[in-house]
Each structure stands twice: as C-alpha cells, then as structure tokens.
C-alpha cells in the first residue's frame, strides 16, 4: 500500500508560481512512476505530467515549459513546480503513483491517489 498526501496549492495570480509536493508512504516508492493529474469542475481528470522512478519525465501538451516535475526517492516525495500560471490552470491536483517503470499518462494506470491540493489561478 502507498498513501499519498499533497500539499502547496492555493490562490495566485496570473502569472505566479505555486510548488506542489506529494509525500508518499511506503518503501517501494523509488520504484513507482509518479505522475500529477487535474480536475477542473464539470471536466474530466486530465494528465497534467509524470516521472519514472529514474527521472525521465513527460508532461501535457498545455503546460509545457511551464510546469516541472521532479523527485526526491530519499524523501519520498514529488514535487510540481508550476510557473506563469494561468486562469485555465485552475483546478484540483491530484499526486498519484503507479507500479510502472513507463511515464504513463492513463489515469487507469495508477494504482494509488491522494486527495487532491486546490489550486486557483485568479485573472
């Protein structure tokens, strides 16, 4: 079993930056991929950006250059550094983890989720 816990969302400008952090429980966490997702009312969950247990990284086509996801295994945790955010970036963000050693995308993929951090992007 691996629990996830996030942390860091909260209301900024157009503009800002926010760092997420997703605190993993459990051993095995080095060996899982971690990937970030969203949810935005009325909309489905979205890939927001993933990274493999040996930093290989892939992210969503709308946040690219913006966003980054990296790792700390010795502290079992993931982070999503967020910049130039924008109003459309706003959503719950969810950490999850998956027993793959691919950046998958799928949400179906992931075999563990936290609760979610709530980000909002003020225009």
């Known amino acids: 079993q691996v629990q996830l816990v996030e942390s860091g969302g909260g209301l900024v400008q157009a503009g800002g930056s926010l760092r997420l952090s997703c605190v993993a429980s459990?051993?095995?966490?080095?060996?899982?991929?971690m990937g970030w997702f969203r949810q935005a009312p009325g909309k489905e969950r979205e890939f927001v950006a993933a990274i493999t247990w040996s930093g290989i990284a892939a992210y969503a086509d709308p946040v690219k250059g913006r966003f980054t996801i990296f790792r700390d295994n010795a502290k079992n945790t993931v982070y999503l550094q967020m910049n130039s955010l924008k109003p459309e970036d706003t959503a719950r963000y969810f950490c999850?983890?998956?027993?793959?050693?691919?950046?998958?995308?799928?949400?179906?993929?992931?075999?563990?989720w936290g609760q979610g951090t709530q980000v909002t992007v003020s225009s």
């Open positions: 999850a983890a998956s027993n793959t050693i691919h950046p998958v995308i799928r949400p179906d993929s992931y075999d563990y």
């Open positions: 459990g051993r095995t966490f080095r060996s899982y991929t």
